[in-house]
């Protein structure tokens, strides 16, 4: 490592201080508001520490008391975590074989352009058929209906991050297997699959944090607490008649705090999957 | 085993992918590009062929011209905002210091978070009566009255490319960081005993090994960008006077809002199709690099 002059200390701590606040200014701002009194709140100029500690909203939006504004926040999470779960599953059922076939057929490659393709298709070119289509299978408002419409984007998501993970699997091994008279099934159950375990877990929540973070899809096609997911519940907290906004970042708190756990728990594999173009912002 | 037999099993094993893939995407896409030229509405009655009549109407009225002016703005300045801030981030962070894991860490914060709570949160921040920003600023002594940053057209688009770009730059940063610690440690040292100046080493060594990871995440960051959503209808709904109304927003509006599901269905198309060469540049760039990703 190069020594660095003084000047060139100063400015890269200055610069790292700068930037730490930049990022987390705003999130401790969040929580300051979620445990911040309506009082303090509403003063102007804010108070920027909370006064009187009010931990109420936590108590307000994680409560079992029917028809309560808590029960219909737990709901929603809930329902994110059905929703996100059932998509998560129905697109590595899919993307396993096929992630497999497209690594070690170089054949049907092309056939991967074209999934990763749909991948970048906007939603709203696809929205209204798929509205009209869960309409008329009465599959609107459902947990399983918004599942299917994720498949859009996970099964795609799915089956390039899969196949970028097959391939660092050597196919030698496969192939040794296959020689000493296994069978394909008896390969995958017994190679590659307990191989390629890590790159599956993987993937599946990346898949799951990007179903979570879904909200086009939900704010068409859910109505109510039967299958309205977070996002869509944080977008009417914060569009609605709320006057507090302590209780509008307490929903936020709450919304992200299992994608954000996982992101850090998982620091390395967000990163690597940045770098291989697989995981999107 | 013969070839023929390798690729049909490999199209055996992705049947189901792809059945799915034509159920979910395939078929409404096709049904896009009918609807688009029909006068359906969302619900009720099926609509009459009218031929070219909704991209007729859509290209010439200024609805269209309006939200694909402030869609190019939001992509052009947020993309290019995340794409300097991003690297003079991976700069920093590629130095040494006390700290350095930490804040990378910290990066990660905004990426995870998600965009409808990210959304909420700056909404919160630019609030006319009570947001932190007219809080601070008035208190640092630089604004004199409380303004309304999502409610007057002037200010508005411009608070959403910030707040995009807050929750999106640390993503741009990562990459770039990936792509310098690549750069061989020797090859840095060598250009400093060489007396290379920060620049000509940016220029020189860092850039080679950049260039190709930061196209990739540009197109990618465009197109995500044309595609915006979710932060705007949280934040704004397009408003205020359609100042803040993208393409998305606008089909938003015009197929579920007034249900006018066909010509809804013709500016989807148009949408699509901007995104679609971005996308195809995407893939050729993907297919130059070979499957190294």
Same mark, same amino acid.
């Given at each position: 490592?190069?020594?660095?002059?003084?000047?060139?200390?100063?400015?890269?701590?200055?610069?790292?201080?700068?930037?730490?606040?930049?990022?987390?200014?705003?999130?401790?701002?969040?929580?300051?508001?979620?445990?911040?009194?309506?009082?303090?709140?509403?003063?102007?100029?804010?108070?920027?520490?909370?006064?009187?500690?009010?931990?109420?909203? #936590?108590?307000?939006?994680?409560?079992?008391?029917?028809?309560?504004?808590?029960?219909?926040?737990?709901?929603?999470?809930?329902?994110?975590?059905?929703?996100?779960?059932?998509?998560?599953?129905?697109?590595?059922?899919?993307?396993?074989?096929?992630?497999?076939?497209?690594?070690?057929?170089?054949?049907?490659?092309?056939?991967?352009?074209?999934?990763?393709?749909?991948?970048?298709?906007?939603?709203?070119?696809?929205?209204?058929?798929? #509205?009209?289509?869960?309409?008329?299978?009465?599959?609107?408002?459902?947990?399983?209906?918004?599942?299917?419409? #994720?498949?859009?984007?996970?099964?795609?998501?799915?089956?390039?991050?899969?196949?970028?993970?097959?391939?660092?699997?050597?196919?030698?091994?496969?192939?040794?297997?296959?020689?000493?008279?296994?069978?394909?099934?008896?390969?995958?159950?017994?190679?590659?699959?307990?191989?390629?375990?890590?790159?599956?877990?993987?993937?599946?929540?990346?898949?799951?944090?990007?179903?979570?973070?879904?909200?086009?899809?939900?704010?068409?096609?859910?109505?109510?607490?039967?299958?309205?997911?977070?996002?869509?519940?944080?977008?009417?907290?914060?569009?609605?008649?709320?006057?507090? #906004?302590?209780?509008?970042?307490?929903?936020?708190?709450?919304?992200?705090?299992?994608?954000?756990?996982?992101?850090?728990?998982?620091?390395?594999?967000?990163?690597?999957?940045?770098?291989?173009?697989?995981?999107?912002? | 085993?013969?070839?023929?037999?390798?690729?049909?099993?490999?199209?055996?094993?992705?049947?189901?992918?792809?059945?799915?893939?034509?159920?979910?995407?395939?078929?409404?896409?096709?049904?896009?590009?009918?609807?688009?030229?029909?006068?359906?509405?969302?619900?009720?009655?099926?609509?009459?062929?009218?031929?070219?009549?909704?991209?007729?109407?859509?290209?010439?009225?200024?609805?269209?011209?309006?939200?694909?002016?402030?869609?190019?703005?939001?992509?052009?300045?947020?993309?290019?905002?995340?794409?300097? =801030?991003?690297?003079?981030?991976?700069? =920093?962070?590629?130095?040494?210091?006390?700290?350095?894991?930490?804040?990378?860490?910290?990066?990660?914060?905004?990426?995870?978070?998600?965009?409808?709570?990210?959304?909420?949160?700056?909404?919160?921040?630019?609030?006319?009566?009570?947001?932190?920003?007219?809080? =601070?600023?008035?208190? =640092?002594?630089?604004?004199?009255?409380?303004?309304?940053?999502?409610?007057?057209?002037?200010?508005?688009?411009?608070?959403?490319?910030?707040?995009?770009?807050?929750?999106?730059?640390?993503?741009?940063?990562?990459?770039?960081?990936?792509?310098?610690?690549?750069?061989?440690?020797?090859?840095?040292?060598?250009?400093?005993?060489?007396?290379?100046?920060?620049?000509?080493?940016?220029?020189?060594?860092?850039?080679?090994?950049?260039?190709?990871?930061?196209?990739?995440?540009?197109?990618?960051?465009?197109?995500?960008?044309?595609?915006?959503?979710?932060?705007?209808?949280?934040?704004?709904?397009?408003?205020?006077?359609?100042?803040?109304?993208?393409?998305?927003?606008?089909?938003?509006?015009?197929?579920?809002?007034?249900?006018?599901?066909?010509?809804?269905?013709?500016?989807?198309?148009?949408?699509?199709?901007?995104?679609?060469?971005?996308?195809?540049?995407?893939?050729?760039?993907?297919?130059?690099?070979?499957?190294?990703?």
């Amino acid at each position: 490592m190069e020594r660095r002059s003084l000047a060139a200390s100063i400015l890269v701590y200055g610069a790292a201080t700068v930037m730490s606040a930049i990022i987390l200014a705003p999130i401790l701002w969040l929580f300051l508001m979620s445990i911040s009194s309506a009082n303090d709140l509403s003063a102007q100029p804010l108070h920027w520490w909370p006064q009187t500690l009010d931990l109420s909203r #936590y108590g307000t939006l994680v409560s079992l008391v029917s028809n309560s504004a808590g029960e219909a926040f737990l709901g929603s999470l809930r329902n994110s975590l059905f929703v996100s779960g059932l998509a998560t599953l129905g697109a590595i059922l899919v993307a396993v074989p096929a992630a497999w076939a497209v690594s070690r057929t170089p054949q049907v490659q092309w056939s991967l352009f074209a999934v990763i393709a749909t991948y970048m298709l906007p939603p709203v070119s696809l929205a209204v058929p798929l #509205y009209m289509g869960l309409a008329h299978f009465g599959l609107l408002n459902t947990i399983t209906g918004l599942a299917l419409v #994720y498949l859009t984007i996970l099964a795609p998501f799915a089956t390039w991050l899969l196949k970028t993970g097959f391939d660092n699997i050597p196919r030698e091994i496969e192939s040794a297997a296959m020689i000493d008279g296994a069978r394909l099934d008896q390969t995958m159950r017994h190679i590659t699959l307990p191989l390629a375990k890590p790159i599956v877990a993987t993937t599946a929540l990346f898949a799951f944090l990007l179903a979570w973070d879904e909200f086009f899809y939900a704010l068409l096609f859910t109505a109510d607490q039967r299958a309205k997911t977070v996002t869509v519940a944080i977008a009417d907290l914060a569009g609605g008649r709320v006057s507090d #906004y302590g209780l509008i970042a307490t929903g936020g708190i709450l919304a992200a705090l299992p994608p954000v756990l996982i992101g850090l728990v998982m620091q390395r594999a967000v990163i690597s999957g940045l770098t291989t173009g697989g995981v999107k912002g | 085993m013969s070839s023929a037999w390798i690729t049909t099993r490999a199209w055996l094993l992705m049947l189901p992918l792809l059945i799915v893939m034509i159920a979910v995407v395939g078929w409404p896409m096709v049904d896009t590009v009918r609807l688009s030229f029909t006068d359906t509405r969302l619900v009720g009655t099926s609509g009459e062929y009218v031929g070219l009549a909704n991209y007729a109407k859509l290209l010439t009225g200024s609805a269209f011209l309006g939200a694909l002016r402030n869609t190019a703005v939001f992509a052009v300045f947020s993309v290019a905002a995340e794409m300097t =801030l991003g690297v003079l981030a991976a700069l =920093l962070l590629d130095q040494q210091f006390r700290g350095r894991s930490f804040v990378r860490a910290l990066m990660i914060l905004p990426w995870a978070l998600p965009t409808v709570v990210n959304a909420m949160l700056w909404r919160l921040i630019y609030n006319p009566e009570y947001g932190a920003l007219n809080s =601070l600023l008035t208190q =640092l002594g630089i604004l004199s009255e409380y303004r309304s940053w999502l409610g007057e057209p002037g200010t508005a688009l411009w608070a959403i490319v910030a707040a995009d770009c807050w929750k999106n730059f640390p993503l741009v940063a990562l990459i770039a960081l990936a792509a310098l610690q690549a750069v061989p440690r020797d090859i840095k040292a060598a250009a400093i005993v060489d007396g290379a100046g920060a620049f000509a080493r940016f220029r020189f060594v860092m850039w080679p090994y950049l260039a190709g990871p930061l196209t990739i995440a540009l197109v990618l960051r465009t197109i995500e960008a044309f595609k915006v959503f979710d932060i705007i209808w949280v934040m704004t709904r397009g408003g205020p006077v359609n100042s803040t109304r993208t393409l998305s927003i606008l089909v938003y509006q015009e197929a579920f809002s007034f249900q006018r599901a066909g010509s809804g269905a013709s500016l989807a198309l148009i949408v699509t199709l901007i995104v679609t060469v971005f996308a195809a540049f995407y893939i050729a760039l993907m297919r130059r690099s070979g499957s190294r990703a």
